[in-house]
């Protein structure tokens, strides 16, 4: 598996663990720690949510949180 579908992997892990849902958005801080506790990089994690919010998977909110656009079970596939 690909560095890149691993940590897509362990981010839909995360998000489901923390119950992110479209109305429910939840803290960067707390998914970058949890995937950084996994063994990726900060840099690996901000170009995957990059990539995902130009997907139009989530949106980048202010306060260091982010929402799904997409049902969590979408960003599986």
């Known amino acids: 598996m690909r560095a890149d ?18 109305d429910n958005p939840v803290s960067l801080l707390v998914v ?3 995937l950084m506790e996994q063994g990726f990089t900060q840099d690996q994690i901000i170009n995957r949510l990059y990539r995902m919010e130009a997907a ?11 929402r799904l656009i997409k049902p969590l079970i979408n960003l599986n596939g």
């Open 5 to 22: 579908d691993e940590l897509k992997a362990a981010m839909a892990d995360v998000l489901s663990s923390l119950q992110a849902a479209p």
């Open 32 to 34: 970058g720690s949890a």
């Open 56 to 66: 139009h998977e989530i949106k980048l909110l202010e306060g260091n949180r982010l």
